[in-house]
């Protein structure tokens, strides 16, 4: 069998923001694909750059932020596109976006407008994506995706303002949004996160069912090791920006190669050898955007660290097994993936 | 939405009611009666009065009624029209008032549409497009139109345009106009000669609507539901219209609570420096004269005009943003 072109396939991403303070190298080299039909899930401390990888792949960087090298190759209708190349305004990547390409956005309290409607908003999407559709079909079609995504009495419902629903139902309308336009590709980012830990679970029951129906691919980010065990099929451990190692959901949870994964992994509550709490399985904090660690990034809380190697440069790519890489000094003699380029040089108007 | 403004309307009621007493107290404050202060007035043109007259003009006025009855009397002449009789012009009030009041209206009211059309699209561009050339241009305009008085301006204005325009300027009419009788001719005068008083009396608030706007709309297009938008694959111009435009644009609405008001009240010094026939100043010199009843008069338009200019701006604020009318 030939190996599938995947959906998406992103290389050597960067994405920096040129603050007043400096340069924050948000996303700096971050490189992994999302096969056709499967589950990736990315995982990572909080401020390491997930979200803003998930808005780069949608074109919606704020300034100062900027997507500064690399490529994402996305297999859509619209042909090969390298996302990274088209300008965030050309009309290309305005109709890959949210049609072929959608997002679950972290905070279901304030991703809607409080001022419209919940079938306003929805129709509105409805209609972006299929010209054809004439007012009265996306209604129907509106409330035939609220039921979808568990709503009960949609026909109610849609006339409802957001503060009138509980954050529950705002994520499903957030959920039915995002698959409204039969995306190729659904980014989820942190979905859980925000919303009452006794709902969580029903929401990733919802997107789990969603996938099996309708065979979509998905990003699935969280800070959550469980919630990657429950869902992914292929994980992306990520460290500051860039990935620190990959692999099948078997490889990252019975045989993790990098110190930060291992560490991530016994932050899960009965998981671990001795349970502890998410904040005291890994000693400090991410490091200062504008103050890196020399050398690895992950040198000055990593407990294996070698002085004079991992402060010295950044480690390559190392492979681990067919489907399992890793980026640790620990792996040096196995076999180079890919070295490590070094940032580029680039300015704030480049 | 209709028990929401049933209540507005209901809770206007005592609001008003407790003005009046107040208007009233005011009225009556300056010592003596209004009998002795018409007196007075007439002695000081030189004419004379006996007592008996005055005792007569007491009966006739019910001004020795006791002060609830006079302060019912009053306020049931204000539902039917009579407002009272002006010592000072010794004409009725409401004849005083007439022309004046039209003229204000529409002196506001264009003011009000020039300042919406001017500051609308430049706080939206100066939001959209921040810190660019055209943001800082008018963040430094509107800056100076904010600080620069409006007699200054006005003043400035009627330099510039007597030196190179010639003609002379000041009020809202050409001279042959002045005292002419209502034509379209005078109405067609009327809107050639009344944008310098609306720059004058529009410039300050229109500079403060658009940093108003700007700062808003900016913090709008932060939110998260600007961004979810812009996910959802709308064009850039779309989405700013539908989603952070309107929730930026309540000071808009609000503005229509102060310009009521700002009806009398406002544009005073401009509008004597600019000789206009407007409210503002008959208000200044009722209140120096001590000519209550007019005073008072003003007092009571004032307040309906606060209460009904709030009112109105909180109806289209409640159309605008569900979240107030569900509250
Ligand atoms: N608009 C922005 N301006 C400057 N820095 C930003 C901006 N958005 C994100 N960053 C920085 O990028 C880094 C990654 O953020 P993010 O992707 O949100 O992390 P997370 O993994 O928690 O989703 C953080 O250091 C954050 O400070
Ligand atoms: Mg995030």
Redesign the pocket.
Known sequence: MAPERPLLEVNDLRTY?F?SLGT?R??DGLSFSVPLQRIVGIV??????????A?SILGII?P??RVVSGSMHFDGDQGLLDLAALDPHDEVYRKTRGKEISMIFQEPMSALSPVHTVGDQLVEALMLYDEQLTKEDARDRCIGLLRQVGIPSPETLIDAYIFELSGGMRQRVLVAMAISGEPKLLIA??PTTAIDVTIQAKVLDLLRHLHEEKRMSMLF?T?NMGVIAELAHEVIV?YL?TVAEQGSVNDIFDNPQHPYTQALLESIPGIGVEPKTTLQAIEGS?PD?YRRPPGCPFSNRCPSFKAGTCDAALPPLYRVSESQTARCFLLEGNEVVAEAAPPPEVSADG | MVTYIVRRVLLMIPTIFLISILTFFVIELPPGDFASRYAEALQAQGLDFDDEVLEGFRELYHLNDPTIIRYFKWIGGFLTGDLGYSIEHRRPVAEVLGERMVLTVVLSLVSLLFTWVVSFPIGVYSAVRQYSFGDYFWTVIGFLGLAIPNFLLALVLMFVISKYFGGAIGGLFSREYQDAAWSIGKVLDLFRNIWIPVIVVGTASTAGLIRVLRANLLDELKRPYVELARAKGLTERKLIIKYPLRIAINPFLSSVGWVLPGLISGAVITAIVLDLPTAGPLYLRSIRAEDMSLAGTFMMFLAMLTVVGTLISDILLAIADPRIRYD
């Open positions: 923001f603050t924050v948000a996303v990572g401390e909080s401020g390491c750059g997930k979200s803003v990888a808005r704020p100062p932020g980012d942190e980010i800070h990520m920006g991410v955007p």
